[in-house]
């Protein structure tokens, strides 16, 4: 079966850093996906990795490694806005997206 | 900014109701989805189109239908309500062409079946 997996939840200080694993075991793969959900929102897009390697995106930065089936996304300089859940998701071989049941993160003062 | 509504933002019901919620976007996207969402879990795939005319069934098993007339809209149908219906429902769109695209979020549909 197809599975996505990252840790439950996460508690980390503002103005630190905090990094969110992410583990999938998937049929084919067409790209990792990183979206960000607010309590009671939508989810909103991060990032997108398809290569190895890490993308960089101003506080946010997600890398990828396809031969071990793994991903993070790294936040530097929390703030108090960045409390909510982190969602990972894959594409496919059918360029479906097969979801993470998120990561809530906790950021205390 | 997407642009893409849904309607109502929340609703309770009795159970044997029909409910429609619907889904609109101005971006012109071709490809739609329907997402059922429970707190804490993952998203799970109920519908699907890829343009109009167009529908598939996602990977969970659902009770609903969807129709996809006009490519702007694409409305989630529940013929007769149940406690277990109880869900948010998200609807999201990506630009045409691509594989595998960002999905635009609506603000989500929160059902309550008693």
């Known amino acids: 079966g197809q599975n996505i997996d990252q840790p439950t939840e996460m508690t980390a200080t503002e103005g630190a850093i905090v990094q969110i694993n992410c583990t999938y075991q998937?049929?084919?793969?067409?790209?990792l996906f990183w979206y960000q959900q607010h309590a009671g929102e939508a989810p909103t897009f991060l990032s997108y990795n398809v290569l190895d390697g890490l993308e960089e995106k101003g506080r946010f930065s997600s890398f990828l490694s396809r031969s071990k089936g793994y991903s993070y996304l790294l936040l530097k300089e929390l703030q108090m806005k960045d409390s909510a859940s982190y969602l990972c998701a894959v594409s496919d071989s059918n360029y479906q997206l097969i979801w993470g049941a998120g990561t809530k993160l906790i950021i205390k003062p | 900014e997407a642009d893409i509504y849904q309607t109502p933002r929340y609703l309770v019901i009795g159970t044997g109701k029909k409910i429609t919620l619907e889904c609109s976007q101005t971006m012109g996207h071709d490809k739609m989805y329907w997402y059922q969402q429970d707190p804490g879990m993952e998203l799970h795939l109920i519908h699907y189109s890829y343009g109009v005319n167009s529908t598939e069934k996602g990977d969970l098993s659902s009770e609903s239908t969807v129709s996809r007339i006009r490519t702007e809209h694409f409305p989630l149908t529940l013929e007769s309500a149940r406690p277990s219906h109880t869900s948010q429902y998200l609807c999201?769109?990506?630009?045409?062409?691509?594989?595998?695209?960002?999905?635009?979020f609506g603000e989500g549909s929160r059902l309550t079946v008693l």
């Open positions: 999201a769109s990506s630009e045409s062409g691509r594989d595998t695209g960002e999905l635009f």
């Open positions: 998937t049929s084919g793969f067409n790209g």
